[in-house]
């Protein structure tokens, strides 16, 4: 249980840190091409996650500059909840830009551009106007990217095999910890995964459920 909480905790802060910083550049996307920028997107969805988790500890390492700069401001990578979010983050925000990209390049511009008219620069016209009216499918894409990474695991089990300090000390994200279940005995993981499986399927449900009820009304 504490593997799974420790894995919806570090996954539903991943969706919120996903809408506060990732909307802006999928609403950037979706009115500018950049290729450069829709490239470094992809680039996490297009590599062997286990190497997003090499990066993260070499990043980390004391060898390094970065690490020896990361290490004298007190952030550690390795083994920690900052790790084990910073991992998640990279391997399902492609999801979350992606899909929110959609959204904005699909929806109703008259309003947007009547605000423009009023003048309203961009950034005013995204909050005041873009924003509030996807609301909805913002969530709803945020809480796809939540699945996506509570069933992480090539980046996670190297960058953060446990997490050390805090309320889950010592403890494993879900899919690390039933992964060494069946290390162990295979029998003994099938329940743990199957706890997961209903978790991420209830979340999905909630998804679909929250989009078509609230992105209906316009919420």
Do not use: C, W
């Amino acid at each position: 249980m504490k593997a799974v909480e420790l894995t919806i905790v570090a996954s539903g802060l991943t969706a919120a840190i996903e809408i506060l910083f990732f909307t802006h550049v999928a609403y950037f996307l979706s009115r500018r091409r950049n290729p450069f920028l829709e490239g470094l997107v992809d680039v996490p969805a297009s590599i062997p996650h286990p190497i997003v988790g090499i990066a993260l500890v070499i990043l980390d390492s004391p060898y390094t500059p970065t690490g020896q700069f990361l290490n004298s401001i007190g952030l550690n990578l390795f083994d920690s909840y900052l790790g084990l979010v910073t991992a998640l983050i990279i391997v399902s925000t492609p999801i979350y830009v992606r899909a929110a990209q959609n959204l904005f390049e699909g929806m109703n511009r008259g309003p947007e551009m009547f605000s423009r008219t009023l003048g309203a620069d961009e950034l005013t016209t995204f909050i005041r106007v873009v924003f509030p009216s996807s609301r909805a499918s913002l969530v709803s894409a945020a809480l796809t990217a939540m699945a996506r990474a509570m069933s992480e695991f090539g980046s996670i089990a190297i960058v953060a095999f446990y997490v050390q300090g805090g309320p889950f000390n010592l403890v494993s994200p879900a899919s690390v910890y039933i992964y060494s279940q069946y290390e162990y005995y295979f029998r003994s993981s099938i329940p743990e995964a199957a706890f997961l499986l209903i978790i991420s399927l209830v979340i999905l449900i909630i998804t679909r459920i929250y989009k078509r009820t609230y992105g209906a009304a316009g919420i």
